[in-house]
């Protein structure tokens, strides 16, 4: 498949994967006020919730990667924020119209890049999508 073109995109972490990780930390503390535990550990446990929620979305809006690259002759190149870094797709996923491609660089180690419909273009996930399937010819790259 090396005549296909490469295929390049910005990245940016997805603001609906954020509020579907603050709605499921709402459900975790609406379950923890409605258990059996006394008042205080409702409270303990909820500033906990709280605290681990804000370090989350902290963490997930500072994306490793600003860019990737998947070149016409298979290789991926991710742009960091000072450098470039080649990088192994180790696995990927479609999920519900969402793409979640994991990779391995020797720099940073494991990184996984979620593209949904709010940080990417439908066009661009089809792409990647047809391209990942035509390569794809061993079972263990693709995740079912």
């Given at each position: 498949m090396t005549s296909a073109p490469a295929i390049g995109f910005e990245y940016a972490p997805s603001r609906a994967m954020e509020w579907a990780l603050a709605g499921t930390a709402s459900l975790a503390g609406m379950a923890v006020w409605l258990s059996a535990m006394p008042w205080w550990g409702c409270l303990v446990a909820s500033f906990a919730l709280v605290a681990a929620l804000i370090l989350k979305c902290r963490r997930w809006r500072q994306a490793p990667v600003g860019g990737a690259v998947w070149a016409s002759d298979?290789?991926?190149?991710?742009?960091?924020?000072?450098?470039?870094?080649?990088?192994?797709?180790?696995?990927?996923?479609?999920?519900?119209?969402?793409?979640?491609?994991?990779?391995?660089?020797?720099?940073?180690?494991?990184?996984?890049?979620?593209?949904?419909?709010?940080?990417?273009?439908?066009?661009?996930?089809?792409?990647?999508?047809?391209?990942?399937?035509?390569?794809?010819?061993d079972t263990a790259t693709a995740v079912p």
């Open positions: 298979g290789s991926w190149v991710l742009r960091e924020a000072s450098s470039e870094a080649t990088a192994t797709l180790l696995s990927f996923r479609d999920l519900a119209g969402c793409l979640w491609l994991r990779f391995e660089t020797a720099s940073r180690g494991p990184v996984s890049l979620l593209l949904a419909p709010d940080n990417s273009g439908a066009d661009l996930r089809r792409r990647l999508r047809m391209r990942l399937a035509a390569t794809c010819t």
